[in-house]
């Protein structure tokens, strides 16, 4: 186990998490939409959420155990931040897009952690969350234009907006009141 975290903790903090992202499209659907449709080609955001996956890949890389695999840490503890620069440098097309896409990927791992060998059927609203992160996170760094796509149809009238974003909302309560009650 690399992160240690109780299904419990793992349920809240994706609640929580899904809870802060679609309130504000609940709240004020206009706003939220229109900062929604910048995202994909936001340079800064895309250079915050960059570096919160290097630090988290950093950490990882110098943490987890590696087996037969350890002689790979100093050089890889050396190419990432190397890579880190030459992304930062280099990849100016939806930066954002591809450094969310590593960030769902590398949360994911937590939340499927937490569930495993566990026996209640709740603990699958984690697990299908977890695999949402995935799929989304793979396209989205191999296929970044898609995000742009996926924001554009979602947020084509106000009422699908809305939607979506309460769809969002019932699924973090559901993961909310099932990691209080259940977990």
């Known amino acids: 186990m690399i992160y240690h975290l109780s299904l419990q903790s793992a349920g809240i903090a994706a609640g929580l998490t899904l809870?802060?992202?679609?309130?504000?499209?609940?709240?004020?659907?206009?706003?939220?939409?229109?900062?929604?449709?910048t995202l994909p080609r936001s340079r800064a955001i895309g250079i915050v959420l960059l570096t919160l996956a290097f630090l988290w890949s950093f950490w990882l890389l110098g943490t987890m155990e590696m087996g037969e695999f350890s002689s790979f840490r100093k050089p890889l503890?050396?190419?990432?931040?190397?890579g880190y620069f030459l992304v930062l440098r280099f990849v100016n097309e939806f930066l954002a897009v591809r450094a969310l896409g590593i960030l769902f990927l590398l949360a994911a791992e937590p939340l499927l952690e937490a569930a495993f060998l566990r026996y209640e059927m709740s603990r699958l609203l984690v697990t299908v969350f977890a695999y949402v992160l995935i799929i989304a996170g793979l396209f989205w760094v191999t296929m970044p234009y898609l995000l742009?796509?996926?924001?554009?149809?979602g947020t084509r009238s106000t009422a699908r907006w809305r939607a979506i974003n309460a769809?969002?909302?019932?699924?973090?309560?559901?993961?909310?009141?099932?990691?209080?009650?259940?977990?």
Not at 77 to 82: E, H, Q, R, S, T
Not at 148 to 153: G, L, M, Q
Not at 167 to 183: F, Q
């Open 19 to 37: 809870l802060f992202v679609s309130l504000p499209g609940l709240v004020k659907p206009e706003a939220a939409s229109g900062w929604m449709r």
């Open 148 to 153: 742009r796509d996926h924001i554009r149809w």
């Open 167 to 183: 769809l969002a909302l019932v699924y973090s309560a559901a993961l909310l009141i099932c990691a209080i009650t259940r977990y």
């Open 77 to 82: 503890l050396f190419a990432l931040p190397v």
